[in-house]
T-cell receptor, first 112, second 110 residues
Framework: NAGVTQTPKFQVLKTGQSMTLQCAQD?????MYWYRQDPGMGLRLIYY???????DKGEVPNGYNVSRLNKREFSLRLESAAPSQTSVYFC???????????FGQGTRLTVV | GENVEQHPSTLSVQEGDSAVIKCTYS??????FPWYKQELGKRPQLIID?????GEKKDQRIAVTLNKTAKHFSLHITETQPEDSAVYFC?????????FGTGTSLTVIP
């Protein structure tokens, strides 16, 4: 039981490049989330998926897209990376509405 | 995060003293109130949570209190130790979303 697994752990992109951050959970959780963490800003919600087949915008969705590929996987795509997207990205999952969220180990992304 | 205000942003205490962090929320329908701890370079992890049918919950040196009338909940850490130094986040769950406060950096001075 690995929990929530994110890949890659580190990535450096040039401005304008695209990439997909992968997230998978093996806990049969319904809800999955993507956050970015910047100094002094806490964890800000980018997109979430309440259940398989649904996705919705969070606080800061501009510049990102997501795919809930199946119940296990929820990917985050940057189509044209910008320096403002330099951040640590966390994926999380929860089994239900009033339950604990489990986090992946994070992806440190630098856009130069 | 949206609709969640957390204070203070930084807190320094002497080892053995108590620390209190407070969060204020706006959605009166909220009924689940967790607190997460994030050590440097690591992922956030749940340390305690409370549901709206109780006013207080304790787990050893950690407690959470909830005031639904005033729409705020607080984390209390007693007898602080150096290993309590970390960033602490509250969270709120409006509908299917899950928003976090901006965090409190706690430093426990030996």
């Amino acid at each position: 039981n690995a929990g929530v697994t994110q890949t890659p752990k580190f990535q450096v992109l040039k401005t304008g490049q695209s990439m997909t951050l992968q997230c998978a959970q093996d806990m049969n959780h319904n809800s999955m989330y993507w956050y970015r963490q910047d100094p002094g800003m806490g964890l800000r919600l980018i997109y979430y998926s309440a259940s398989e087949g649904t996705t919705d915008k969070g606080e800061v969705p501009n510049g990102y897209n997501v795919s809930r590929l199946n119940k296990r996987e929820f990917s985050l795509r940057l189509e044209s990376a910008a320096p403002s997207q330099t951040s640590v990205y966390f994926c999380a999952s929860r089994p239900g509405v009033n339950t604990e969220a489990f986090f992946g180990q994070g992806t440190r992304l630098t856009v130069v | 995060g949206e609709n969640v205000e957390q204070h203070p942003s930084t807190l320094s205490v002497q080892e053995g003293d108590s620390a209190v962090i407070k969060c204020t929320y706006s959605d009166s329908a909220s009924n689940y109130f967790p607190w997460y701890k994030q050590e440097l370079g690591k992922r956030p992890q749940l340390i305690i949570d409370i549901r709206s049918n109780v006013g207080e919950k304790k787990d050893q040196r950690i407690a959470v209190t909830l005031n639904k009338t005033a729409k705020h909940f607080s984390l209390h850490i007693t007898e602080t130790q150096p290993e309590d130094s970390a960033v602490y986040f509250c969270a709120q769950r409006p509908h299917n979303q899950f928003y976090f406060g901006t965090g409190t950096s706690l430093t426990v001075i030996p």
